[in-house]
């Protein structure tokens, strides 16, 4: 059973931390949008930009939705959370998600997924579509606003409505989460997708997980919250890693290995 809605909501009512805070402004694109631009910095406690001064990290509401923006960076462009068209409606429509199912078990096993660093949901997303039910924990407030924004508008369409209802997004640190959960409410599974090694200057990367990175920085507890994930998982923890990078912490029992990345599998 996934935690009772009583912890999910203890935990999203915490304040906000400020060392997870960057400080970017929030900009409106049209005179439509600046009600909702202003209620975001304002509870995000960021401050408020006219769209036209942004320079640099920038979160834009534009035509209702949520963006981030970094005017400097290489081959930049505004990037929303999009569960309803591109790359993940190709996965949902025409498979995906292989190894995912490898790792995870059988959708229809009791329990839940509990995604650790859920980022910008692709994994979530992908994991609720393969029928997972997925809680998706994100610290970061402006991450966990980016996808709170995309989950809302992919819940709107018709054939998305079911797909989003399978994941429980909550605004938390992992290892407080951990920690707060009673023994009925562990996970059966612990997803964890640390950020990535940072990469050379001449190999930068996806733009999404780029303006992730100059969000959040580095996961330097990555090795302490797999410690404790492997207390708390029912069965087992999986560690998304980059084909060549080295394993988090311990050695994993088994390897899962795909065309661009592996998971690392601990059994509880
Ligand atoms: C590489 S990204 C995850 C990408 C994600 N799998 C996706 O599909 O978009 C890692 C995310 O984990 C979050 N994170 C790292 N440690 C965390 C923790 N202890 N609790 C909650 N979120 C965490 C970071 O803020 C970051 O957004």
Redesign the pocket.
């Known amino acids: 059973m996934p935690p009772r809605r009583g912890i999910i909501g203890i935990l999203n009512r915490n304040p906000l931390r400020p060392e997870l805070m960057a400080e970017i402004p929030v900009a409106a694109a049209t005179a439509a949008d600046e009600t909702r631009a202003r209620a975001l910095a304002a509870e995000l406690r960021l401050p408020y930009e006219p769209v036209a001064t942004l320079s640099g990290l920038g979160l834009i509401v534009r035509d209702g939705a949520l963006e981030l923006f970094d005017s400097r960076a290489r081959g930049s462009h505004p990037m929303r959370v999009d569960f309803v068209s591109g790359k993940l409606r190709h996965r949902r429509l025409h498979g995906g998600g292989e190894l995912l199912r490898k790792v995870l078990g059988r959708p229809d096993e009791a329990g839940y997924v509990l995604?650790?660093?859920?980022?910008?949901?692709?994994?979530?997303f992908v994991m609720a579509t393969l029928g997972y039910l997925v809680v998706a924990?994100?610290?970061?407030p402006i991450?966990h606003a980016l996808l709170a924004d995309g989950l809302a508008r992919a819940g709107r369409e018709p054939e998305l409505e079911v797909v989003v209802a399978r994941i429980k997004l909550v605004r938390?640190?992992?290892?407080e989460?951990l920690g707060a959960i009673s023994d009925q409410q562990r996970p059966r599974v612990i997803h964890l997708?640390?950020?990535?090694p940072s990469r050379r200057k001449s190999a930068l990367g996806r733009l999404?997980?780029r303006l992730?990175r100059a969000v959040?920085g580095d996961?330097p507890?990555?090795n302490e919250?797999l410690a404790v994930a492997r207390q708390q998982a029912k069965k087992r923890v999986v560690v998304?890693r980059p084909l060549r990078a080295a394993p988090l912490g311990a050695v994993p029992a088994s390897q899962i290995v795909g065309k661009s990345v592996r998971y690392d599998l601990y059994p509880a």
């Open positions: 995604d650790a660093g859920a980022g910008l949901g692709a994994d979530s924990l994100e610290r970061s991450i938390a640190d992992a290892l989460f997708d640390p950020m990535y999404d997980l992730v959040v996961d507890d990555a919250l998304k």
